[in-house]
């Protein structure tokens, strides 16, 4: 008896149809067909519910053809087609949604009224493809397949909340007039929708593709959503189109990563997604902003070649392998934002195109992202691209620029009062609710104001700009922070902090006409003891003019060439060149000159040589050894070629370079003009030194010839 009850258990088990699951019934042709005569209402539409069914669709279950004929018949209904509901389902075999849809000419007016307006915009380039396809055909006599003529069409919605697939979905070539909503959906052969067109929003958040979701030239007419999905296997997007916004964020991706080629025309979001595999967007069109906030990548991130219309954000994200931004196209409104940004200097290499990639990263402020900038220029440096590793320091010193001004003329939270605070943004609670937090706990950063109450990003975000946070700033510290904002914003202004050779080499091409000017006005122009003047040729002063202006307009094109600060820089170098010039000038021409020499110039040419000279420790004034001084004579005051002598002059004494050694006579000579030689030679000194830390910078191995 006991042999007999253990048969009839192993018999029973066996007997239990292999598909059924606990908590899912088996559907039958029986309950299939009550479901689809009695469909359900749900949000107003009807419904065949076949909600938490196993559902046996293998090739030798006696399911299968009933399912495909059945259900297609009551789907294509020419009147509004149900949706059909599989949530909490457990589909096993593969389910073809093809065969559940209707075949349809792609030629003809049926379609028309069943798409919205972008659908019909996109039957027609399938139609006008097409076309141009039938042609080519013919004209290489090749006979067309009839079934390229016609189209799949999925009319209902397709509801899958939390359904489990062991086998593939395919959808291939099928267009999709209803939404499709599979939230938490487990793909466990994938999914296959190349070349399919979705006319209606896509929702798979959360679901889980264990193997491959083949998209390849999917179009999407409105915003799909794969949030929180897992992606085991890979993700083929490539030439896929997607009109509307995306959302990928909190996946994970692993396998091979395609997007290449596709087309993306809302915002994409990859915020806080996880890549384990290789993402490749190789000439991916992104027409607004790219989001790739919080993202860690531990495989290549491959952007080549790809055209990016707004911002891609990649703030707070981890890159463990390789950037590869090579032959990206920025539109103006396009950038890098990376700050916050993590990588390993050692195992992770940014790559981008020479002389391009290093102007479209950007950090909104110095503090927190010093040591990124760092890697970034260390980064480049290595790959030798000298013109981005000094954009990136550039880029560096005008946020440190930034930092001191505001730290200079902001709002001190830890010190300031409450009427100060106000006055920077703050409400009349905000400000007390700041005074009160310092007291507790003085503030390190200004971020920390978020944390203080009733004060929200939008109230930090007004004032961020305005305030700044250390303990005491005297006055003495204030002073010093000063002139290092001064000294610092010279270089960038003047130089774009060492990375511009055109905008230094432009610097010089404005001062040196200037001061050669000067120098012929103070030379030339003067009076004898009597009251008759002692006056240039007129021709000479107009070749003298003629010559400046050539080298002044050439100076100002190339400073509003390649100044980012045009205005500042003129501004600088007028303070420079104009107001202690013009006062000496000035006063000497109040003053007036009573001196021996008058006759002759103040200026002395060395006439023992006529050659190309590099004179960096040569003084302005001659020596005083007599072996020396016989060498120097008068300038000849009387040669129509005398004022070339002037900007010699002024090019020696700015640049420390010229044709002839031309200095100042040390005898019967006003102090004032001596005082303005010797300023100019000054600036010089200075100029000489910026324009050579400069070349050290833009030409690689060119520092170690300056220095050794």
Not at 527 to 534: E, K, L, S
Request: glycine share 8%; proline share 5%.
């Amino acid at each position: 008896m006991i042999w007999l009850g253990l048969c009839l258990i192993v018999w029973l088990v066996v007997a239990q149809p292999a598909n059924a699951v606990e908590g899912h019934p088996t559907l039958t042709v029986d309950l299939l067909r009550q479901r689809l005569g009695a469909p359900v209402q749900r949000e107003g539409q009807a419904t065949i519910d076949l909600r938490s069914y196993t559902i046996d669709l293998q090739p030798d279950s006696p399911l299968t053809d009933g399912f495909y004929r059945l259900l297609a018949s009551a789907l294509q209904k020419p009147a509004t087609a149900p949706a059909l509901d599989l949530s909490y389902a457990i589909v096993q075999g593969d389910l073809d949604l093809q065969r559940l849809g209707q075949r349809e000419p792609l030629y003809g007016d049926n379609l028309s009224p069943l798409l919205s307006e972008l659908g019909q915009t996109q039957l027609k380039r399938d139609r006008q493809r097409l076309l141009q396809l039938s042609r080519l055909s013919q004209s290489l006599l090749i006979r067309g397949q009839g079934s390229s003529q016609q189209i799949y069409l999925f009319k209902a919605p397709l509801v899958a909340v939390q359904t489990r697939f062991t086998g593939q979905v395919r959808g291939v070539d099928t267009f999709f007039l209803g939404r499709m909503l599979a939230p938490g959906a487990v793909f466990e052969q994938g999914l296959a929708v190349a070349g399919a067109r979705f006319n209606r929003r896509v929702n798979f958040s959360g679901a889980d593709f264990r193997q491959s979701l083949q998209a390849k030239g999917s179009l999407f007419f409105q915003s799909v959503r794969f949030d929180q999905s897992q992606f085991r296997n890979g993700a083929n997007f490539q030439g896929a189109e997607f009109k509307a916004d995306v959302n990928f964020s909190q996946s994970v991706l692993a396998g091979d990563l395609n997007f290449s080629r596709a087309q993306w025309q809302g915002v994409a979001d990859f915020a806080r997604t996880l890549w384990q595999g290789t993402a490749f967007f190789v000439r991916a069109y992104f027409a607004k902003a790219l989001f790739f906030t919080e993202a860690r990548f531990d495989a290549p991130l491959v952007l080549r070649q790809a055209r990016l219309g707004e911002p891609v954000n990649l703030r707070n994200a981890t890159v463990g392998s390789e950037i590869d931004l090579g032959d990206a196209f920025f539109l103006p409104s396009a950038y890098l934002n990376v700050a916050g940004m993590e990588f390993s200097l050692e195992q992770t290499q940014i790559l981008g195109t020479p002389g391009k990639i290093g102007r479209v990263f950007s950090v909104p402020q110095l503090a927190g992202n010093e040591t990124l900038l760092r890697n970034l220029e260390r980064n480049f440096r290595r790959l030798e691209q000298v013109s981005d590793a000094n954009h990136i320091a550039y880029t560096a010193e005008r946020l440190r620029l930034k930092a001191w001004e505001q730290q200079l003329l902001g709002t001190n939270i830890n010190t300031a009062v409450l009427p100060a605070l106000m006055r920077t943004g703050f409400t009349e609670a905000q400000a007390k609710a700041v005074v009160q937090r310092r007291q507790e706990q003085p503030f390190i950063g200004t971020e920390e104001v978020l944390s203080v109450d009733g004060v929200d990003l939008a109230a930090y975000l007004k004032v961020r700009d305005r305030i700044f946070a250390r303990d005491a700033f005297p006055l003495t510290q204030r002073l010093a922070l000063a002139l290092r904002w001064l000294w610092l914003g010279g270089l960038v202004v003047l130089s774009r902090y060492g990375t511009s050779f055109g905008l230094a080499s432009g610097l010089g091409l404005v001062a040196i006409p200037i001061f050669a000017l000067m120098f012929w006005l103070v030379d030339r122009y003067r009076h004898r003891r009597g009251p008759t003047p002692i006056l240039p040729p007129l021709a000479e002063g107009l070749w003298l003019a003629g010559g400046c202006s050539l080298l002044l307009g050439l100076g100002l094109n190339a400073l509003l060439r390649t100044a980012d600060y045009p205005l500042l820089t003129l501004g600088f170098l007028f303070m420079l060149l104009v107001p202690i010039p013009a006062v000496l000038i000035g006063l000497i021409m109040h003053q007036g000159r009573y001196h021996d020499l008058m006759a002759e110039s103040y200026f002395v040419e060395d006439g023992s040589m006529r050659q190309l000279r590099l004179l960096i420790a040569r003084l302005p004034v001659i020596p005083k050894f007599p072996f020396f001084r016989d060498r120097y004579t008068y300038l000849l005051l009387d040669r129509r070629w005398n004022w070339l002598n002037y900007l010699d002059f002024s090019l020696n004494n700015w640049l420390k370079f010229g044709f002839n050694d031309i200095r100042l006579r040390d005898e019967h000579v006003p102090g004032l003009v001596t005082a303005l030689v010797w300023y100019q030679w000054g600036l010089g000194l200075l100029y000489t030194a910026l324009l050579l830390w400069t070349l050290s910078r833009t030409i690689p191995g060119l520092n170690l010839l300056i220095y050794f």
